[in-house]
Each structure stands twice: as structure tokens, then as C-alpha cells.
């Protein structure tokens, strides 16, 4: 079965045609990174007028780099949320607008399902149960697999993303959006024990995470350097604010595991492309004799390969919308 799929969940707008789930016939990603890095992070309205601008040209690549036309595909997969309201809408009209055309079914995609199935992809033999680590710009869980489409979140975030803690840490060291990716690469060789920085525990839930307070302690240091005009170690701050975020991802992660006995993770999210949280995430597992499975470095951002995927398995549940369907900004898993 041959999915097209698209997402315009964020900043990406992404078309692809996906086989049965795990083999992606063609991936393209048009990134608005450049038209947003002047603001220092996604300006919504700017966001959904280039994928208004992108997604039809997109989608045509897509479907030419897989060598088919509408009339080889058999169904249309669609992010339709949780993400900013006006993308998605853009992503959710032009899905619409082809299933109505082609007289296809349309299949709503939930956008981080999608990032759990980008295992699917990069791990053709992976099948749920299993526990996945969901690490985005806008959300943290940890969440058991219970099959395609059944999810239990055990853990997430009380206040900001990790994604967000890394990505405003980054910013206020006056490193460019996307500031995550940017903090990785700046960090390499720095001392991760130089700056000492909490490790945020939520009281009552050993699962949930908070990471607002490490990222005021991370800008809070920044701001009181420049303020004395003591010079900062931006190698050695990047990578002591990772050390952290880090440690309390594997810390939750790897309790969960053992107390609902899940002897296969998976890594999914924008984040799970973060040299540290990989490494952490391999040594603990060998350590404890548990699986690990992580999305290619160029399933982990935001793209259309990942909700063919989603797509293909919300398919087989006999998860389709009619051409009603809407966005939502927000939605549980
Ligand atoms: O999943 P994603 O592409 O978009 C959302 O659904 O939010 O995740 C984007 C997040 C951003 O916060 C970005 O800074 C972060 O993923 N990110 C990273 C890395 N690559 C992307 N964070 C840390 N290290 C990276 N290498
Ligand atoms: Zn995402």
C-alpha cells in the first residue's frame, strides 16, 4: 500500500510517499529555517504562508522522486495536530483537497505518533511493546507503545520541553535558531561538569519531568556573566546544560523501563538527535542489557516520511477521517 503523506506541523514542509509502512519511496523537506532565524524561532504567521507557498511544489517531488502519480497512491496520511494551528491547516486543507480529488481515504496522523514511527523506518524489525522516549521542541514524554495506535504516556513534562530548555539556553548564549542543534555542535569538547546545574525532580511522580527551572538557571548564568563581564565558556556551558537535560531524560527513562519492565526503548523526536542524549542512551543500555532503537539522524527532525509510517498502521486500525476533518493545536497521544 503507497501512502502520500504530508506535514506542516511547525517549520517543515514535508511530502512523502511511504510502501506499507517502513520503505519510503521518496522524502522531501522544505526548511524554513533560514526565513525564521532573524527572529530567533518560528514566527507562526510567517510559518504558514511558506507552507502555503511550498507545499504544492513539494508534494509534485515527492511524488516524482517516487516515480508515481496520484493514481499509484492509495490513500493520503495527513499531520492534523498537535502544532501551530494555522500549518497545520495548510497541511490538513491540501490533503484534503487531494483526497476529494482523487476520491482516496484521508488519514489523520497525530504528530508525534508519527515521531515514534520514524523507528518504523530506520528499524524495519522493530514492533511494539515497547517504551519510547518523545523528545520535541513542544513535548517530552515517555510513553509505552502499546501497539501502533495505543499509547500510555507514564511521564512528561510539567512546564517546558527539554527541546525548549536547550533551545532558549541556546539562544540566550547568543546562538542562532534552531538553538538545539546549534548547542550540540558548539558543546563538543566542552567540560560538562564546568557549571554545576540542577537536576530538576518533580515531587509526587517519578516520571514527570520539569525543565523550567534548569532553564532559568542556565539564562540566569548567561545574564549574570554579561552583567560582571565575565567571559563565558560557551563549549563548557553548552555542554554542562545537555549534561543536565540529559541526565534527567535517561534518569526517568531508564526508571520507567525497569518498574514497567520494558526491555526495548526507542528515541523519537527532533531532540533524539542530540549527540549526548544518543551516547547516554547507548552506554545505559548496553549497561543493562536493553534494546535500543533510535531514528536515523534524518528521520529525527520534522518530515513526511515518518506519518506515511503512522499513516500505514492508523490505516489498518481503520483510522480515517471523512473530509470534515480538522486541525488541532493541541492533542493527547
Ligand atoms: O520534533 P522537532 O523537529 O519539532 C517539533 O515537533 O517540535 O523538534 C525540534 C526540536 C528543537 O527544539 C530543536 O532545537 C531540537 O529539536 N533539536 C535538537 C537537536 N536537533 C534538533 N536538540 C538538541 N540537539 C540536537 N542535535
Ligand atoms: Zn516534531
Redesign the pocket.
Known sequence: MKILAIES??DETAAAVVEDGRKVLSNVIASQVKEHIIYGGVVPEIASRMHAQAISSVTKKALDDASVTLDDIDAIGVTYAPGLIGALLVGVNFAKGLAYASGKPLIPVH?LRS?VAANYISSPALEPPFLCLIV???HTHIAAVRDYTSFEVIGRTRDDAA??C??KSARSMGLDY????N??RVSKGGNPDAYKFPRPRVDGSRYDFSFSGLKTAIVNTVHNARQKDEEINIPDLGASCIKSVVGCLTDNTFAAAQEYGFKKIALA???S???VLRAEMERICREKSIELYMPELCF???NAAMVGSQAYYEYLAGNTASLELNAYATMEI
Open positions: 506541523s511547525c504528530h515521531h520535541s521542541g513542544g527541546g525548549e536547550m533551545d534552531p538553538g538545539g542543534v548547542l550540540d523526536g527532533g531532540v538527535a542530540n549527540s529525527c527532525g520534522d
